[in-house]
Every structure is written in C-alpha cells, then in structure tokens.
C-alpha cells in the first residue's frame, strides 16, 4: 500500500523567506506525484504535478518540485514567500493506472507573517 | 471552464438515516474520484468511477457506494450512516482513467448527529 510522509505539520515563516515543505512516499512501482493546496475557506487546487521526465517541475504561483526517486522524495519549493501564499499544502501520491486513486499526506499549515 | 460541482455544501443527517451526495465533473471529465476528509484522518479515497463502472474503492465499508451516470455525473450514497461518517466528501474528476491531474470539487459538509 502506498503511503505519504509530510514531515512538517505547521510552519511559519516571514514574507520574503524561501520555503521547503519535505514530501515522502513509500511505493514500488510508477507513481504520478502532485502537490494541492488549500487556502482559507476555499477547495483544493492542483499546484504541480510529476508524471515523467524532467524531475523538476513548475507549478503555479511562482512554486517548484524536484522529484528524487532515490530518495522516494517530492519536495515543494518557493524562493521567496509572499503572506498570499499562507494555506494548507497537500502532497499525494498516485499508482501509474491511477487505480487507486491519491494517497494523501497529512498537510502542512503554512502560515507567513507579513 | 466550469470546475467540479458538488451538492449539496451542507447536510445534518440523524445516526442511521441515509444520505446521497452528489457530483458534477469537469467538462470533459470521464473519471470521478470520492474522498473522504475526516478531522484527524485526513485525506481518503473512497470510490473511483470511470466510463459509467465503479473500477476500485478504498479501504471502506459496503454502505458506502455510488454510481456515475452517462454524463459522467456522479452520487455517492452512505446508508445507516455512524456518527463517525462526519466529514468533508470531496469529488475529484480527472480527464481519463489514468488519474493524471485530479480537480476537487468544494466539497459536501456531512454532519451526522
């Protein structure tokens, strides 16, 4: 069964900062790899996704991920923060076949002080 | 481009009764996917419906089942419902069975008391 470790469950920061939100999975096989976020008082929108290729990918608002497979990691990174950018950050897994649908962590709550 | 719909945004429901929840996925959109956030509990998937057939489920009991229409629309039904069905229902929908990209839905507001 696959699994999800995101290993900061709330995190604060000053605007300007940069950020590293740490994402581990645990599955054998091909996997598609997605960051959703969540701000206040809205639903989940995709941010990025890996599905192939560069491991490296960009998303939407300025954010990026690199996919380590050695590392069964997916690491979501901004340089530079803004107090936009405060909301609850979701990493998911999911199987090639898509068969089982997203294993998802348990979220960090990023909160940037102005 | 319209995004996932989901209906009804609030439900009370009394331990025991049955409720339908549904869906309406992106245009396009052959696949839907159902989840369940419960407080503490985090994400889950529940069920995954492409091309009109149930094709897998999470790790949940029978009386959480559905189907999907032949627009794609879907329903998921809960019956004798538990108070720990209390949770957010997320539908997702993605362009085809691959799952690549799944768009959430705000979500139906279970409350079951």
């Known amino acids: 069964a696959q699994s999800v470790s995101q290993h900061n469950h709330h995190v604060i920061l000053s605007e300007a900062a940069s950020l590293e939100l740490g994402c581990n999975y645990s599955?054998?096989?091909?996997?598609?790899l997605f960051w959703y976020v969540q701000y206040p008082g809205q639903h989940l929108q995709l941010l990025l996704k890996?599905?192939?290729?560069?491991?490296l990918v960009k998303g939407i608002k300025g954010f990026e991920a690199e996919f380590i497979k050695s590392k069964f990691s997916f690491n979501l990174r901004k340089p530079s923060v803004q107090w936009s950018d405060t909301a609850e950050y979701f990493c998911?897994?999911?199987?090639?076949?898509?068969?089982?649908?997203?294993?998802f962590g348990k979220g960090t709550h990023l909160i940037i002080q102005p | 481009e319209a995004g996932v719909t989901q209906s009804p945004t609030h439900l009370i429901k009394t331990r025991g009764q049955q409720v339908t929840l549904r869906c309406s996925p992106i245009?396009?959109?052959?696949?839907v996917y159902w989840y369940q956030q419960a407080l503490g509990l985090g994400l889950q998937f529940l069920l995954w419906?492409?091309?009109?057939?149930?094709?897998n489920r999470g790790n949940f009991p029978p009386r959480f089942s559905g189907r999907q229409f032949p627009n794609y629309s879907s329903e998921l039904n809960v019956n004798a419902l538990e108070l720990e069905d209390s949770a957010l229902y997320l539908c997702?929908?993605?362009?085809?069975?691959?799952?690549?990209?799944?768009?959430f839905g705000p979500g139906t507001r279970l409350t079951v008391t």
């Open positions: 997702a929908s993605s362009r085809d069975w691959t799952g690549r990209g799944q768009y």
């Open positions: 599955y054998g096989g091909t996997v598609n």
């Open positions: 890996y599905f192939s290729g560069d491991p």
């Open positions: 998911a897994v999911g199987s090639g076949g898509g068969a089982d649908g997203l294993t």
């Open positions: 245009s396009g959109h052959t696949s």
């Open positions: 419906y492409d091309e009109g057939e149930e094709r």
